[in-house]
């Protein structure tokens, strides 16, 4: 029984990854009340438009409105990907 029990907590312990709180973060899924259905993508009933923007180590980065919801999720998936980078929500 012991045995198994600590070679569960090596599987465990080999299976993770080093990370910051803020990377940590980047992976979580998308919140229940998200009306877009995609992070980091709103809508901003001022501008009539999609925004998409991400939050990087406390600074909010504006990536920009754009009129079509599929290209914004395009977009918002392509800033997901380069300023989060492996540790970016894959819907998984």
Known sequence: MDIC????????????RACSKSQN?????????NT?????????SHFKKWLVKLQINNVVKHIGYFVDKE?????????M????GNFAYKGI
Not at 5 to 16: E, G, Q
Not at 25 to 33: T, V
Not at 36 to 44: A, D, E, H, R, T
Not at 71 to 79: M, P
Request: proline residues 2%; charged residues 20%; hydrophobic residues 50%.
């Open 5 to 16: 029990l600590n070679l569960l907590i090596i599987l465990m312990v080999t299976n993770l």
């Open 81 to 84: 990907d380069k300023f989060h």
């Open 36 to 44: 877009s259905g995609v992070k980091n993508l709103y809508w901003s």
């Open 71 to 79: 290209l914004a999720e395009l977009v918002a998936i392509e800033a």
């Open 25 to 33: 973060g980047f992976n979580q899924k998308p919140r229940k009340n």
